[in-house]
């Protein structure tokens, strides 16, 4: 069964749950590739791309990550470029599998770019974890429908099988895993100044992508979305209560709306414009330019 199988016409809202039903049909084990491509690129593709963006966030929180960021100067003085990168990356595995001769192309980049640092695997494993429990955690809150348990394990299983094409090893199950991750952010969660140089420069990053007017309420806003173990880590001040009252509220709201428009026709993975490339890209382009 391919992508094409599951773009449908318009037509009554009972489409909407359709696919969910294809899905609960499928393997989540033998045929993870399939049903992530339906949860992220028809059902939840802005919600995937927003989670995908926290996740990458979160890490920063971390100071051993947070510190070789800042030393490969790729934040400071890429940071645009940093950003599309790693989109471009996971998507081109993600659109065309991991064994396609693109995925193997993009694993071979993401490879090539981090066996030119020391990072540990405990660092590497808590990335990827990031990226299978963030949406799971953002859709669950804020998506027009919750995950089925079918999409959990066919995310977990993508990128486990993604994480060991790039070495990383004692891949715990899906339930240890997440546990790990639970208690890696409670041990490595600690404020550091580069924490903050990182985070900070992310967090321009986001409010260039709007208006000079907008952009401190954008800011703000951003804030307010953070978790309260985030916001010590980055040593961001406190936002007032209504205003991460109006950020996760207008989120929920979001997702109401959704889930009254038609079912999505065309996906939407490895669709986005990327700002460092407007047009287009090659394979070859992305990736760290020098060791900082």
Known sequence: MSESDVVEPW?????????????????????????????????????????????????????????????????????QKRYDDTSVLMEEISRHGYDSQRGKQALRKI???????????????????????????????????????????????HYRRIGARMGIHSIPGYTEFERFNREYEAEHFVFAESNRAVGRDNLDLVCGWFPRPLRRVVSRGVIAGLEPEMRRSFGFAEPRSWETRAVSTALRLRGGAERLLPARRVSRLGRGKKRSYPNGYHLDELGVLSSG
């Open 111 to 157: 490879n090539r770019m981090h066996g030119r640092y020391d990072i540990g695997n405990d660092d590497m494993l808590y990335v990827l974890s990031t990226f299978i429990y963030e949406p799971i955690r953002w859709i669950d809150a804020y998506g027009w429908r919750r995950l089925s348990e079918h999409e959990r394990l066919a995310a977990y299983h």
């Open 11 to 79: 037509f009554d809202p009972l489409a909407r749950y359709s696919r969910l039903r294809l899905i609960r049909r499928l393997d989540p084990e033998s045929e993870h590739t399939l049903i992530y491509r339906i949860s992220a690129g028809l059902e939840f593709p802005w919600d995937y791309t927003r989670a995908l963006e926290l996740a990458l966030f979160r890490t920063f929180c971390v100071p051993s990550i947070s510190e070789l960021l800042q030393r490969t100067g790729e934040f400071a003085h890429r940071t």
